[in-house]
């Protein structure tokens, strides 16, 4: 295991969980006599001498500093200490406080001690080096050697030296050392005390990313990361699970943990992980994760064994465990992303947009990954998915949690899984159009990646049925909107033996030029013989009840006599298939050329929900989409949008306004030359089509082309879990009010009043389609109150 300096959180939080420490100190520089015999000195750049500011222990360090580097100036800034205490027998570690002002991403500590003689030829080199962060701290852990090289004895020390390379710091260079002590086995690690660490060095990130404010977007931006990394690592060790090697923190699935940005993470509650669910259901956590002591190797997150509730078990097999990914973001998208201000006035919030953060974003969920490599300041999250089949008894499941790395003591975290005695059934409750057709958007590329066998876009193909399996455990169907008769139908009639088969499209159709007849002529012998086939293989495999054709795909007003003329003949050709379209028709129908479609589907933005009325009172149906608008305050599912909106977007608010469906164009843009198949750093392009990041991509390809889920499609899915939990707490309801369900233990009325409130979604959920929860406690709440009520309702 590679070791590296800890985190000033882990100290931090150390003061209130540690016993005294029995370090042997070597330097702390708080006498006067200690200060004196620093060897002081100025010139050709570089600076030491004692220091009162940032500092880690007590009031005083030793700083060493050097001018910005220039060919030709100080090649090595350096200080040497001769040692109290030259006899190290007993000892295993030597600590270091380090604080840095000014430094450089790849800056580098480098030490070596040597014999009382001072002969370096004779001694050791200090392994690891210490990666010094631009602005902020370290605590250097250095493992002594069990065998003392170049002669050497460990009962013969006799100085220390410190050095820097000059040109790694071209902006020059402000280090100071303190609190330099040994420690034997089994001894905690020192933590930093005194006025100036409270003052300086916890602040020094946040005051440092003001000062340079937008001036150095890449240094201000990795030391917010630090101050957030300090304020995680300072919960995670005052949890009940405090790990003195591997931070530990939570997550819910409707949150993005950046890696090397924003860390929306929370301490372990002492009941460690809960998870409610009904049968059929899929519901997330994450398991966030960050090194201390040291860099750490192998971190995995898994299950001890089942989980036992009353006399029954939970199988271990329902519950995965796995590393997330991450893609690189290289510049601002052309939109921004959403955020909550609270305020004083219902609903206790305003959403407002920002620019999101240029770097990497967590989105795939790497299945294949079991164990990774956490570094430095990086930040983990591992995703726990629970599945709760259907066959489950209702009741409370009890287990454990395992976070683990080698050669660390792992951190075993209580997993509560309670089973709700309902289950959401297998397809969705809202009736969805959401293609799966691998394709590539990037032009400069398409042919390229086309002819290449191990592109995403063919090696998926490898693992074809186990695709359709995985979609199918998201609601979504292997269908193209877009398709002139490619539909794999084994997979629909196999999805169709399974219960699982949800709506799919015949085929797409484009409006002729014109109406004249050779225009309609040239249409018809280009859009018929494709649906003609379809048609008849849906009706030969008894399928045609889960088929539509979609078409004139956002069609505009002067193209609809055009799409009025081929839609009647479309209408007498294939009876009894809806005709789905988002043909931009304000009126939806109603006194329009288009009243014949049967489903009309405006983008989210554009829903006005009297017309909606009317066009539904005209008998058509009103869906809904999303592309790559609308952009924030409305919900959408970016890679940088905040991951509760695809949830609130499939969920709350389609409760709220009841969409008759939801479209989405593509979920299977794949532009990256190759599969992923290491991680949780991949080389995936984010970029999907002008500059929009995840936009028609919510999977991923694994090794040798197998499906890999991302946290937008989770939410999705979870979205619609949610709004099949409204769906059934409308029946109930209904059942209720029409006598056919008798309440026993429970006010009726009261029960209905209940019932009535979480329908219409309280407006501290969903205001508006722009206004609507950031905080996924609010959306649990809802949630958990209509399973109450379905509950109660038996």
């Known amino acids: 295991m590679q070791k590296r300096g800890v985190s000033a959180s882990l100290v931090l939080a150390m003061l209130a969980f540690r016993a005294v420490v029995a370090e042997t100190v070597l330097f702390d520089f708080e006498t006067e006599d200690e200060r004196r015999a620093i060897p002081a000195r100025s010139g050709e750049g570089v600076f030491v001498s004692a220091t009162n500011g940032m500092v880690a222990s007590g ?53 070596f001690i040597a014999g009382p003689d001072g002969d370096y030829r004779r001694g050791w080199d200090i392994r690891p080096m210490l990666s010094i962060p631009r602005c902020g701290y370290r605590q250097w852990v250095i493992p002594l050697p069990k065998k003392w090289p170049n002669g050497m004895s460990a009962e013969n020390v006799g100085r220390l030296h410190f050095c820097t390379k000059a040109s790694e710091f071209p902006e020059g260079m402000e280090i100071c050392f303190d609190r330099i002590a040994l420690l034997g086995k089994g001894e905690p690690l020192p933590v930093p005390q005194g006025p100036c660490w409270a003052r300086e060095i916890v602040s020094l990130a946040a005051e440092e990313a003001s000062r340079l404010g937008a001036a150095n977007v890449a240094v201000s931006k990795e030391l917010s990361h630090f101050r957030d990394y300090v304020r995680f690592c300072q919960l995670a060790n005052r949890s009940a699970f405090a790990s003195p090697d591997i931070a530990v923190g939570m997550a819910t699935s409707m949150e993005k943990v950046l890696p090397r940005g924003r860390i929306s993470a929370r301490d372990v509650p ?105 570094e430095g300041t990086d930040v983990q999250s591992f995703w726990v998915r629970v599945h709760c089949p259907a066959g489950q008894k209702a009741g409370e499941y009890k287990g454990v949690l395992r976070v683990s790395a080698d050669g660390v003591k792992p951190v075993r975290i209580p997993l509560s899984v309670r089973v709700n005695g309902f289950s959401v059934g297998r397809q969705s409750a809202l009736p969805l159009a959401v293609a799966f057709a691998p394709a590539v958007s990037d032009r400069s590329v398409y042919t390229k990646r086309r002819k290449d066998p191990l592109a995403p876009v063919n090696m998926w193909k490898r693992h074809r049925d186990e695709w359709t399996d995985f979609l199918a455990d998201y609601f979504i169907v292997p269908d193209n909107l877009y398709h002139a008769g490619g539909l794999d139908f084994d997979a629909l009639e196999r999805l169709g033996k399974g219960n699982r088969l949800a709506l799919f499209n015949l085929g797409f159709w484009n409006p002729p030029d014109s109406t004249n007849a050779t225009d309609m002529a040239k249409w018809r012998d280009k859009t018929l013989p494709n649906l003609r086939k379809t048609y008849a293989e849906a009706k030969r495999r008894g399928l045609l009840d889960r088929a539509y054709i979609y078409g004139s795909d956002e069609i505009s007003k002067d193209k609809f006599a055009a799409v009025a003329l081929a839609l009647g003949e479309l209408k007498s050709e294939f009876p009894g298939v ?42 058509h149906k009103v869906w809904w989409y999303i592309c790559c608008f609308p952009h924030a305050p409305y919900a959408n599912m970016f890679v940088e949008c905040p991951a509760i909106e695809g949830r609130v977007l499939m969920g709350a608010q389609a409760v709220k306004y009841r969409p008759d469906g939801f479209l989405y164009y593509q979920i299977s843009v794949w532009n990256a030359p190759r599969c992923i198949d290491k991680g949780p750093f991949t080389a995936f392009e984010p970029n999907s089509y002008r500059g929009n990041h995840g936009d028609g991509s919510w999977t991923y390809v694994g090794p040798d082309g197998i499906p890999l889920s991302s946290i937008r499609l989770e939410n999705f899915r979870d979205g619609l879990e949610d709004y099949a939990y409204a769906k059934l707490l409308e029946q109930k309801l209904g059942e209720v009010e029409n006598g056919k ?54």
């Not at 040291?294 to 465990?321: P, Q, R």
Request: charged share 25%; glycine share 10%.
């Open 741 to 794: 369900l008798t309440m026993k233990n429970v006010d009726g009325a009261v029960w209905r009043g209940r019932a009535h409130k979480l329908l219409d979604v309280p407006r501290k959920v969903v205001d508006t389609m722009t206004n609507y929860t950031d905080d996924p406690a609010v959306l649990y709440r809802w949630r958990d109150a209509m399973a109450d009520l379905i509950e109660e309702a038996r």
């Open 59 to 111: 009031r005083y360090a030793l700083r060493l500093a050097a001018e910005p580097w220039r060919k030709g100036n100080g090649g090595w800034p350096n200080v040497t200490l001769n040692l109290p205490v030259t006899d190290w027998r007993g000892y295993d570690r030597l600590v270091v406080e380090v604080v840095s002002r000014i430094g450089a991403p790849r800056g580098r500590v480098f030490g």
């Open 270 to 374: 002492d009941a460690g992980f809960r998870v409610r669910l009904a049968r059929d259901e899929y519901e997330s956590v994450q398991i966030v994760t960050a090194a201390q002591g040291c860099d750490l190797s192998n971190v995995c997150v898994s299950v001890e064994g089942e989980l036992h509730g009353d006399g029954c078990v939970f199988s271990a097999t329902n519950i995965v465990c796995a590393a997330v990914g991450y893609v690189e973001t290289k510049r601002l998208p052309p939109y921004p992303v959403g955020f909550n201000d609270p305020t004083d006035d219902a609903p206790g919030y305003v959403r407002k947009v920002r620019d999101p953060e240029i770097g990497w974003w967590p989105d795939p969920i790497l299945g294949f990954l079991g164990k990774v490599s956490v």
């Open 578 to 619: 809806p005709f789905l379209t988002t043909a931009k028709d304000k009126a939806l129908g109603v006194g329009s050329p288009l009243k014949d479609f049967d489903w009309f589907c405006p983008e989210t933005r554009f829903c006005d929900f009297d017309k909606i009325k009317a066009s539904r009172e005209a008998g």
